[in-house]
């Protein structure tokens, strides 16, 4: 697998993603698949708003579905991710508050199928990527916040192990998989990469995408209890 982080200029607010897209990368081939980070997309369709006292948390519970005050930000359950401030992020936002975009998985399908009519291919994968941190880690590593083109799970389970047994629940997450490793080499500062190439990725390419395969409902998930014992 191949990885080519792309420098870009900076994307304007408002900007169309696809003109951006087009004059930064001249050809996609067959097997392509295209990151984009999440910030680009919510620039194009104007999520900023302006910061001031007290407005940064107001917009994080406005755009959470369920808040967890702690000591370092908001813990925060946003499009079936636990995330700090449910994605608003300052970084890179002249003095304003980026959100997350609007329907990754809408934007990512929409642009294959762009690209794909433009370039002729038959196989081309989108992925809108952001950053996550995960319980008792520090540091950040990549998301999938939509995906199209791929399928976003590999599943094991009713496969055999190197000793004959039986998988009964193992899965492995491919697109947060292709993000994380994406989003490393896109970086977190002033590298100024929001785009990036995959080649070679190990995936299966599809034109169906189920947007609930990575999806564990709260109800469901493992980590419950932990969130359930702190103080909301």
């Known amino acids: 697998m191949q990885i080519q982080p792309i420098r870009c200029p900076l994307f304007k607010e408002n900007g169309s993603l696809e003109t951006y897209i087009s004059k930064i990368i001249p050809v996609l081939r067959n097997s392509d698949i295209l990151v984009i980070t999440s910030k680009i997309v919510a620039?194009?369709?104007?999520?900023?708003?302006?910061?001031?006292?007290?407005?940064?948390?107001?917009?994080i519970r406005e755009e959470s579905e369920q808040v967890i005050k702690t000591k370092w930000c908001y813990l925060t359950l946003k499009d079936g991710h636990w995330c700090p401030n449910a994605g608003v992020d300052e970084s890179n936002a002249r003095g304003k508050l980026i959100l997350w975009p609007t329907d990754s998985y809408l934007v990512a399908a929409e642009m294959r199928k762009t690209l794909m009519k433009k370039f002729k291919l038959k196989k081309l994968g989108i992925l809108i990527t952001d950053s996550r941190t995960f319980p008792l880690r520090s540091g950040v590593t990549g998301v999938a916040l939509g995906y199209a083109g791929f399928k976003g799970l590999r599943d094991y389970r009713g496969k055999r192990d190197l000793f004959k047994r039986k998988l009964i629940m193992t899965q492995t997450n491919v697109a947060d998989s292709l993000a994380t490793a994406a989003v490393l080499l896109m970086g977190e500062g002033n590298e100024r990469q929001p785009l990036c190439l995959i080649k070679e990725a190990p995936v299966v390419f599809t034109s169906m995408i189920d947007r609930k395969e990575l999806r564990i409902e709260a109800e469901e998930d493992m980590y419950r209890p932990m969130f359930e014992s702190l103080e909301k």
């Open 43 to 59: 620039l194009s369709q104007g999520r900023i708003v302006e910061n001031g006292p007290g407005r940064k948390s107001n917009v």
